[in-house]
T-cell receptor
Framework: DAKTTQPTSMDCAEGRAANLPCNHS???????VYWYRQIHSQGPQYIIH???NNETNEMASLIITEDRKSSTLILPHATLRDTAVYYC?????????????FGKGITLSVRP | NAGVTQTPKFQVLKTGQSMTLQCAQD?????MSWYRQDPGMGLRLIHY???????DQGEVPNGYNVSRSTTEDFPLRLLSAAPSQTSVYFC???????????FGQGTRLTVV
C-alpha cells in the first residue's frame, strides 16, 4: 500500500473552511484515496473517498490533483464538533490487500 | 442494525492472564479486522480476515490469535497478557469491494 504524509496538526476558526492536505506520491493506479476521522478516541468514522475525480458529500469535499500525488480534504464550514484526528489513507477496493493502514493523521483543532 | 459491537468496553488483566475480546457485526461483511491504538499513535493492524475460515496477520500480530468460524464474529485472543498489550482495541468490518469501513467503539484494555 502507498504511504501517505500529513502535517501533524492544524487549526482553523469556527465557520471557516478547513483544508487538510495529504501527500501520496507513490499511489498506484488502482488505489483510492480515503479520509477517516476519529473524535475523542472513538472508533474512526468514514468521511469520503475518491479515485481521481473530485468528490463531494454532505460532510466534506475531496480534491485530488491531476497526477494523483496529493489531495485535500475540505470541511466547508468547520464547527467545534469537527475537532478530531483526520486520517488520509490509500487502499485498493478488493481482495486481501484492501486493508486500511493508518498513519498518525492530522489533528484538526477548530477554535471558537 | 447494531453495526459493529465490541465487548467488553473496559478490561483490566493481570500479567499472564488470557482473555478474548469479542467483535460481532450484523451487516454480513466479508472483511473484518482488529487494530490497536496506543497514545498519540494511529491504529495498527493486528489481524484481519477476508471471510469465514480465512485469517491473516497484520503489522503487529505477536501475542494475539484470531479465528473466523462465522461471518458475524471475529474474536481476538490474548494468550498471556503483557503490560505492552495495554491499549485501545478497535474492530472494523466492511464489504470486499465496498467503500466504507465500520468501526466498533473500542475496548480499553489495561494489563497490570
Amino acid at each position: 500500500d502507498a504511504k501517505t504524509t500529513q502535517p501533524t496538526s492544524m487549526d482553523c476558526a469556527e465557520g471557516r473552511a478547513a483544508n487538510l492536505p495529504c501527500n501520496h506520491s507513490t499511489i498506484s493506479g488502482n488505489e483510492y484515496v480515503y479520509w477517516y476521522r476519529q473524535i475523542h478516541s472513538q472508533g474512526p468514522q468514514y468521511i469520503i473517498h475518491g479515485l481521481k475525480n473530485n468528490e463531494t458529500n454532505e460532510m466534506a469535499s475531496l480534491i485530488i490533483t491531476e497526477d494523483r500525488k496529493s489531495s485535500t480534504l475540505i470541511l466547508p464550514h468547520a464547527t467545534l464538533r469537527d475537532t478530531a484526528v483526520y486520517y488520509c489513507i490509500v487502499r485498493v477496493l478488493t481482495g486481501a490487500n484492501s486493508k486500511l493502514t493508518f498513519g498518525k493523521g492530522i489533528t484538526l483543532s477548530v477554535r471558537p | 442494525n447494531a453495526g459493529v459491537t465490541q465487548t467488553p468496553k473496559f478490561q483490566v488483566l493481570k500479567t499472564g492472564q488470557s482473555m478474548t475480546l469479542q467483535c460481532a457485526q450484523d451487516m454480513n461483511h466479508e472483511y473484518m479486522s482488529w487494530y490497536r491504538q496506543d497514545p498519540g499513535m494511529g491504529l495498527r493492524l493486528i489481524h484481519y480476515s477476508v471471510g469465514a475460515g480465512i485469517t491473516d496477520q497484520g503489522e503487529v500480530p505477536n501475542g494475539y490469535n484470531v479465528s473466523r468460524s462465522t461471518t458475524e464474529d471475529f474474536p481476538l485472543r490474548l494468550l498471556s497478557a503483557a503490560p505492552s498489550q495495554t491499549s485501545v482495541y478497535f474492530c472494523a468490518s466492511w464489504n470486499l469491494g465496498g467503500t466504507e469501513a465500520f468501526f466498533g467503539q473500542g475496548t480499553r484494555l489495561t494489563v497490570v
